[in-house]
């Protein structure tokens, strides 16, 4: 996903090599919503009728190839735009393994007391490569050119490829915990059970606000924080004061600091195993005030120094990504025994849906570099919603379907063991 994720940082050199108009480049940065939202049944289905090794070897290639096709786009030749167009199409539909198969993966290969760690780890995977491409994509586009850092993507999207296909077995020898090898229901079924689940609905809409806003929010950063309020795209700094005003490092460490959130909340949600909710409560809570933070520091009503700006916006993220693999485990727990691909899945289109919302308002022109006073007003909007997803989550009526049925079993196999001495 970090391949489409810092298309914004080289939109001017884009537009000069290929003759690109704006609206063109936000339809770059949309495919991956879009796309998501548009595909996301048949994709569930896909990964219940063939599973996790498969799902993940094919969508490698999907991968490898999207990101090859962008590399034959010649400068100067605007037509050949399209396939420019196909290969981010196919980048794009990468996106719903990466989304749907994290929960499922961890079911699989890890035990209990380890899944909600793995779950992070594999969600937030994904972050640590927006980490990378915020610093790494706009310093060789401007460095060498655009066709380099597409042929750079391309050689490591393939060596992925290759190496899933090698090695990537579709399961461990032995069943990590009793619930790992059990049938699951049925597709069509799982989709009725689901729309159903009062308690899911409730947590899916909340995390779809919550993991959606921050997602798009992220459109309008870099025109809310624009070359006239002091902020820059650089990323070479020769002091701190370039460090705090630069938009690169700002997506960077954001982004970094919410894979630290992530994993930490992983490794409490194992040890505290039936508390998904209330740490969703405190962390969510705390993202929401940090995000009024930022607002207030952007609008003025506190220090709107860049140091201010930069921490408010850091820690809102750190804490946010943190909810993002407990949603996950929560979403299968209340949801078993619907397979978790699907449950993640419906979780994930309504983040993609809250994402498509911000870049619709984009589409529409409501705001632009020219105006950037008008993008401030999502600042608000962006701070509302994570009071909003809170209070969904209230609602919210836990319960561990999947983990009581590996008690039970676990208690089952000791007791076992103890008349069998």
């Not at 970094?256 to 992983?266: C, D, K, M, W, Y």
């Amino acid at each position: 996903m970090y391949l489409e994720t810092r298309l914004s940082h080289m939109t001017y050199m884009i537009r000069c090599a290929c003759s690109l108009s704006y609206f063109v480049l936000l339809i770059f940065a949309a495919y991956g919503p879009i796309v998501f939202i548009v595909l996301i049944i048949p994709a569930m289905w896909f990964l219940d009728r063939f599973g996790l090794n498969f799902t993940v070897i094919i969508s490698a290639w999907v991968l490898a190839i999207g990101s090859t096709i962008r590399c034959f786009v010649p400068d100067g030749h605007s037509w050949w735009i399209i396939l420019f167009h196909i290969g981010h199409i196919m980048i794009a539909f990468v996106g719903l393994a990466i989304m749907m198969c994290p929960p499922r993966l961890s079911s699989v290969w890890f035990p209990p007391k380890q899944r909600a760690f793995a779950t992070a780890v594999t969600t937030l995977a994904e972050s640590m490569g927006i980490t990378i491409a915020f610093l790494a994509l706009p310093y060789i586009t401007k460095k060498y050119s655009i066709h380099t850092m597409l042929y750079i993507q391309a050689e490591m999207s393939i060596c992925v490829a290759v190496l899933a296909t090698i090695y990537f077995p579709p399961k461990p020898s032995t069943p990590p915990s009793p619930t790992a090898d059990q049938e699951r229901v049925p597709f069509l079924k799982s989709m009725k059970l689901l729309l159903t689940n009062v308690p899911f609905l409730f947590l899916a809409i909340s995390g779809g606000i919550s993991t959606g806003s921050n997602m798009g929010f992220s459109s309008v950063l870099p025109i809310i924080l624009n070359p006239t309020s002091g902020f820059t795209n650089n990323v070479g700094i020769s002091s701190w004061s370039q460090f705090f005003h630069s938009n690169a490092w700002l997506g960077a460490i954001s982004a970094f600091v919410g894979v630290i959130g992530g994993q930490l909340a992983g490794i409490i949600a194992d040890r505290f195993q039936r508390k998904l909710k209330l740490l969703l409560i405190i962390l969510l809570g705390i993202s929401t005030a940090f995000g009024l933070y930022f607002s207030l520091a952007v609008y003025g009503y506190i220090s709107g120094s860049a140091v201010n700006i930069f921490m408010g916006l850091c820690l809102q993220y750190f804490f946010t990504f943190a909810t993002t693999p407990l949603y996950y485990e929560a979403a299968v727990e209340v949801t078993y025994p619907v397979p978790e691909g699907s449950s993640a899945g419906i979780l994930a289109t309504l983040s993609n849906i809250g994402a498509l919302m911000f870049q619709v308002v984009a589409f529409m022109h409501i705001f632009s570099n020219a105006h950037p006073e008008k993008a401030r007003a999502m600042v608000w909007a962006f701070s509302s919603l994570g009071a909003l997803s809170w209070l969904f989550l209230a609602f919210y009526r836990e319960q561990y379907k999947r983990l009581d049925l590996d008690d039970e079993k676990e208690k089952q196999v000791d007791q076992w063991k103890e008349v069998n001495q």
